[in-house]
C-alpha cells in the first residue's frame, strides 16, 4: 500500500528531535558520498493572474542508508509584493479552498516502490528549524543561555524549538515588526517550550548580549547586522539574504547548509524575477562570497569542517538552500512511525507503479 | 478532484494524432519562450541488490497556453547486464507485483493544484515516438514511402505509429537480432497500421534503399553507420548512442530533441555509471559533437531552423533527451479528455494541498 499522510499526521508523527536526530545521521552520509542530493530548481512562467508567477520547484534526495528516496514538489502561484524598503515572496492559496500546493513523494530506495505521499509543509519547517538547531548543536557555546529571535511568523516557532532541542535556553527576545504577532507567538511558545520568551520592540534590543541570533523571517533584504556581533555570538539565518554580507566576512567560522548555493532557475522569456537575475544580486546580498568553497553543515558534522574551539570564536551558519534530501530523511521517519501507528489513508501501490518498462 | 489515472486510461486517451498536434504546438511555446523545460536529472545511490543501482530521475516542464506543469518521476532499479559487445540499460521490477515506478504529476498553472496522477509508461512511448514523428514530418521527404526500423520492443511500436502519421508509409522494413521478436512485431503492427511490415534479418537488408532510418532500440552502442547513409535519407534516433558520430557529421541538416543534451547526474561516490561519467563517453558515441549548439526541434517547428529545401539532403533527429514538458503538454491532452469521459480514480484534492504555507 502506498501511504497518503496530511499534515496533521506529519505534525503527530514527527517531533523535532527525531528530525535533528534523523538528519544528523543523513548529512553524515551525504558527506561521506553514500546519499546524494540533487540541487532544487524553480521554473517560473506566467499564470493566469496578471500580478503573479506560477513556480513550479522540485528537489531530490536519496538516502540509501535508510532506504528512501524523496522528491519534493511547489506548485504555486507567486506574488511579490512592495512592502515598504523590504520585498516579501508571497504564495497565494489558489488552490480549491483557497488550499497551497506542496507535496513530498517518498520511494523506497530499496524496490523503488511509492511508500508515501504527504504535503510539505509541517516538515517543510521542521527541516528548515532541525537544520539550524544542528548549526547551533555544533557551531554555539555550549553555556549559550539567551537566544535572539528575529521573526514571529510559521518558522520561528521551528527555530525555536530547535534552539531549545540542543541547548538549554533560558531566555529568548523576539522581535518582529508587527507587536500583535511578536506578543502572540511570545505567549504561545513560552507555553509550549517552557522557556521565558520576552517580546522586544526592536531587532537591536533582542539581539544585544544575546548567546545566539536567529533569523526567522521572510524578507529578501538583510535584518541582522555587522555591527551587532559580539564575541562569542553564533548567528544563524534561515535563508541567504537575511544576513549582511559584511557581517558574514567577520565570523570566525561560516557555514552554510549546501555549496549547491543557488537554485537552477528556469525562466519563461521577459519574466523578471528579482532571486533568478543573472547577476546573482536579486538571490542575496551577500553576492561577493562564494557559497560553493564555504564548508557545509554535512562537513561539520562529519568532521570535515572545524567547529568552535573557543567562547569568543563568532560562528555563522547560514541555511542557504533546501534540500530534496531533507525530505527523505524525515521522510523516512514518518513512514516508519505512520506504519506502526497505523495512520493516514492506504492507496493500492499498484495505482503508482506500472507493468509496462518505462 | 485530483485524478489518479492508469496506463490503460491513457492508452484510451491519448492517440499518437494528440500527442504530435499538441507537442507541435507546446514545442512552439517553449522555442518562443513561453514555456519552460527543466533539464532531467538522474540521482544514482546504491539499492540493496549488489549488482543494481537506484535511480531516482526527475524532469520539470509547464506550458502555461496549456495551462498545466508537470513533475516526472522515475523510481528504478537499475542494471546494465552486459550483453555480447553492446550494453544495455535494464530496469528490474522490485515494486510489489514485479512492477516498474513511473509516475507523472500534473499541475494547474493557474490555480497550482495537482490536477492527475498517471503512470509514466504508455505516455513515454507516445511521447518519444510523437517527437520522433514531428523530427519526420519537419524533415524526411515528402514523398518518402520506405521506412527501416531498427528495433522491435516497445519504442518501435510508437516509432512506427508516429511516421505513419505524418507521411503515407508504403513498406516497414524491420530488424532486431531475435527473430522471433522481429516477425512478431511485424505481424502486430501491420494489422494494426494497415502498413506492410515485412521482417529482415540484418539491418542492412532493413537500411538499403529507406527514404526514413528510425532507430527505436535500447542499446548503448551505435546501429546506424555512416556507411549506410544514402542521399535524401531521413535517419531518426531515440537515444543519443545510437547513430555513429561519423554519420552524424555527414548529415546536411541534423536536429536534436533540446540543447540540454545531458541529464544532470547525481552519483553517489564510488560508483561508476557508464552514462555519467565526465568525459560523456558513457553517455554517447558522438562525444565530440557538441549538441548544445545544434539546432532544436522547437528551433525547427518555429521556423528558427531550416527544413530540408531538396529531395537529396540527409537529415537527422536525434531524441537526445527526453523533457518534463512533453508530460505536461501530453498529459493536459490527457486530463481533459479523462475529465470529459469521467475517468480514472477521483482522489479529494485537499489529500494534495494544504493550509499551511510551505
Not at 497565494?92 to 504527504?118: C, D, H, M, Q
Not at 538549554?168 to 504577532?181: A, Q
Not at 523571517?217 to 539574504?241: A, C, D, Y
Request: hydrophobic letters at 40%.
Amino acid at each position: 500500500m502506498t501511504l497518503i499522510l496530511s499534515n496533521d499526521d506529519v505534525e503527530k508523527l514527527l517531533t523535532m528531535k527525531d528530525a535533528i536526530d534523523v538528519l544528523e545521521e543523513a548529512y553524515v552520509e551525504l558527506a561521506e558520498g553514500r546519499g546524494v542530493s540533487r540541487t532544487r530548481s524553480d521554473c517560473f512562467t506566467a499564470t493566469e493572474r496578471p500580478d503573479a508567477l506560477y513556480s513550479l520547484k522540485s528537489m531530490d534526495g536519496v538516502v540509501p542508508k535508510l532506504g528512501v528516496g524523496a522528491v519534493r514538489i511547489n506548485s504555486d502561484i507567486v506574488t511579490w509584493p512592495s512592502d515598504g524598503d523590504s520585498s516579501r515572496r508571497v504564495k497565494v492559496p489558489s488552490a480549491p479552498g483557497n488550499r497551497y500546493v506542496g507535496l513530498v513523494l517518498l520511494f523506497s530506495s530499496k524496490t523503488g516502490e511509492p511508500l508515501a505521499i504527504f504535503p510539505d509543509g509541517v516538515m517543510q519547517r521542521i527541516r528548515v528549524g532541525a537544520a539550524n538547531g544542528l548549526g547551533v548543536k555544533y557551531l554555539a557555546r555550549e553555556n549559550a543561555r539567551t537566544v535572539a529571535l528575529l521573526g514571529s511568523g510559521w518558522q520561528a516557532g521551528a527555530q525555536a524549538m530547535a534552539v531549545c532541542a540542543v541547548r538549554d535556553i533560558e531566555t529568548i527576545r523576539v522581535f518582529s515588526p508587527n507587536k500583535n504577532n511578536r506578543e502572540a507567538f511570545a505567549k504561545e511558545w513560552s507555553a509550549a517550550l517552557g522557556v521565558n520568551i520576552v517580546p522586544v520592540a526592536t531587532a537591536e534590543k533582542a539581539v544585544k548580549n544575546a548567546d545566539i541570533v536567529m533569523c526567522a523571517t521572510n524578507v529578501l533584504q538583510p535584518v541582522f547586522f555587522e555591527k551587532w556581533i559580539e564575541p562569542g555570538m553564533h548567528v544563524s539565518s534561515i535563508k541567504r539574504p537575511e544576513v549582511e554580507g559584511a557581517a558574514i566576512k567577520r565570523a570566525d567560522i561560516c557555514v552554510v547548509h549546501s555549496n549547491d548555493g543557488k537554485p537552477i532557475h528556469v525562466v519563461a522569456k521577459g519574466i523578471d524575477v528579482a532571486e533568478a537575475r543573472e547577476d546573482g544580486k536579486g538571490w542575496g546580498v551577500a553576492s561577493d562570497i562564494d557559497f560553493k568553497t564555504l564548508p557545509t553543515l554535512p562537513h561539520l558534522l562529519s568532521g570535515r569542517a572545524p567547529k568552535r574551539s573557543n567562547d569568543e570564536q563568532v560562528t555563522f551558519f547560514l541555511n542557504n538552500i533546501g534540500l530534496g534530501y531533507q525530505f527523505a530523511a524525515c521522510g523516512a521517519v514518518v513512514y516508519r512511525k505512520a506504519m506502526a501507528a497505523k495512520m493516514g489513508h492506504e492507496l493500492p501501490t499498484d495505482w503508482f507503479t506500472e507493468d509496462v518498462h518505462p
